[in-house]
C-alpha cells in the first residue's frame, strides 16, 4: 500500500516562526501536492511538484514556499507564521504516468497535520 | 475542470443503500468523474472512478446518466465508519497526476 507519512499529527507555533511542514511518500510517486483545509472552504492547493526541484504555485500560494530535494520528500514553508495560517494541512502524493490498472489520477493523502499559530 | 454540485448533506440508516447524487452539466468528452470521500481528522481516500460506464470495486458503485452530465455513488450496504464527507470530482484524462480541485462535498451521516 502507498504510505504518505506527515512529520506531525499536531503542531503548535507562534506569530513569526518559521514552520516546516514535512512529507515522504514511499511509493516512488513523481507527484506531490500541498493542500489546506478550512472549515467551510474545502481543500485549497498551495503548491504542488511533478518532479526534484520542480514546483508549481497552486491557487493559494502567498505566505508559503516549498522544497523537494529528493523525490520522495515535499517540504512545505511557512517563512513567517501568521494566525491566519492555522488549518489542516495535508499531503498528498500521484504517479505522474499512466499505469495499466487505470488508477492514474488517484492521489493518496497523508493523516493531515493541525497546525496553530498564536 | 468542470463544476461539480452536490447536496451538502444526506443521512442514511445503516445496512441500507446510500446514493450520493452529483451534477456536472458541463462536462466534456474526455473528463472523468472520480469519488473520494474525508472520514473526520483525516486525508481524502480515493474510492472509485469512471468515465461512461457504470463501475463498481470493493467500495462502492458509480453510475453515470446515458448524457454524462450526473452520476451517483452507491455504498450498497452503508456502516457507521461510511460516515464521511464526500467529493465528486469532474477532470480531464490528460490532467493524470495533476492537481485535485475539491469543492466542498455531501456530508453522509449514517446512523444505527
Known amino acids: 500500500d502507498v504510505k504518505v507519512t506527515q512529520s506531525s499529527r499536531y503542531l503548535v507555533k507562534r506569530t513569526g516562526e518559521k514552520v516546516f511542514l514535512e512529507c515522504v511518500q514511499d511509493?516512488?510517486?513523481?507527484?506531490m501536492f500541498w493542500y489546506r483545509q478550512d472549515p467551510g472552504l474545502g481543500l485549497r492547493l498551495i503548491y504542488f511538484?511533478?518532479?526534484?526541484?520542480?514546483?508549481e504555485k497552486g491557487d493559494i500560494p502567498e505566505g508559503y514556499s516549498v522544497s523537494r530535494e529528493k523525490k520522495e520528500r515535499f517540504s512545505l514553508i511557512l517563512e513567517s507564521a501568521s494566525t491566519n495560517q492555522t488549518s489542516m494541512y495535508l499531503c498528498?502524493?500521484?504517479?505522474?504516468?499512466?499505469?495499466?490498472?487505470?488508477?492514474?489520477?488517484?492521489?493518496?493523502f497523508g493523516p493531515g497535520t493541525r497546525l496553530t499559530v498564536l | 475542470d468542470a463544476k461539480t454540485t452536490q447536496p451538502p448533506s444526506m443521512d442514511c440508516a445503516e445496512g441500507r443503500a446510500a446514493n450520493l447524487p452529483c451534477n456536472h452539466s458541463?462536462?466534456?468528452?474526455?473528463?472523468?468523474v472520480y469519488w473520494y470521500r474525508q472520514i473526520h481528522s483525516q486525508g481524502p481516500q480515493y474510492i472509485i472512478h469512471?468515465?461512461?460506464n457504470n463501475e463498481t470495486n470493493e467500495m462502492a458503485s458509480l453510475i453515470i446518466t446515458e448524457d454524462r452530465k450526473s452520476s451517483t455513488l452507491i455504498l450498497p450496504h452503508a456502516t457507521l465508519r461510511d460516515t464521511a464527507v464526500y467529493y465528486c470530482?469532474?477532470?480531464?484524462?490528460?490532467?493524470?497526476?495533476?492537481?485535485?480541485?475539491f469543492g466542498k462535498g455531501t456530508t453522509l451521516s449514517v446512523s444505527s
Open positions: 498528498a502524493s500521484s504517479l505522474g504516468r499512466l499505469t495499466s490498472g487505470g488508477t492514474y489520477n488517484e492521489q493518496f
Open positions: 511509493m516512488d510517486h513523481e507527484n
Open positions: 511538484s511533478y518532479d526534484v526541484k520542480m514546483k
Open positions: 458541463t462536462i466534456s468528452g474526455n473528463e472523468y
Open positions: 469512471g468515465l461512461k
Open positions: 470530482i469532474v477532470r480531464a484524462f490528460n490532467q493524470a497526476g495533476t492537481a485535485l480541485i
